[in-house]
């Protein structure tokens, strides 16, 4: 069975920091694209960032350039997003996802298989 647990979430002032957990199992990590993605309420679903398993090649959003880093630690099966210098407009539910072929990683329908999502609150 194919599962995605992503955790790590929580309330953090502005200009903190947090570091989500994406944890896979059930398929072969190192064939998958595994992105991040975030949904904040009202809003669509925008990507943030993400990795390519088997070469590390990764791709993150204007927005969270400079920010965010997304690592992928194979033998753990484990993608991790460090968030840091957080901003209220971070503010959203986020997601990881898997996927084979990626050609356009920003776009959700790209991907697979999805985790349950945790929240990310930044005060102001």
């Known amino acids: 069975e194919v599962q995605l647990v992503d955790s790590g979430g929580g309330l953090v002032q502005a200009g903190g920091s947090l570091r989500l957990s994406c944890a896979a199992s059930g398929f072969t990590f190192d064939d998958y694209v595994i992105g991040w993605f975030r949904q904040a309420p009202g809003k669509e679903r925008e990507g943030v960032s993400c990795?390519?398993?088997?070469?590390?090649?990764?791709y993150s959003a204007d927005s969270v350039k400079g920010r965010f880093t997304i690592s992928s630690d194979n033998a753990k099966n484990t993608v991790y997003l460090q968030m840091n210098n957080l901003k209220p407009e971070d503010t959203a539910v986020y997601y990881c996802?898997?996927?084979?072929?990626?050609?356009?990683?920003?776009?959700?329908?790209?991907?697979?298989?999805w985790g349950q999502g945790t929240q990310v609150t930044v005060s102001s």
């Open positions: 990795i390519n398993s088997s070469d590390g090649a990764t």
């Open positions: 996802a898997a996927g084979t072929v990626v050609s356009r990683p920003y776009l959700p329908y790209e991907y697979d298989y």
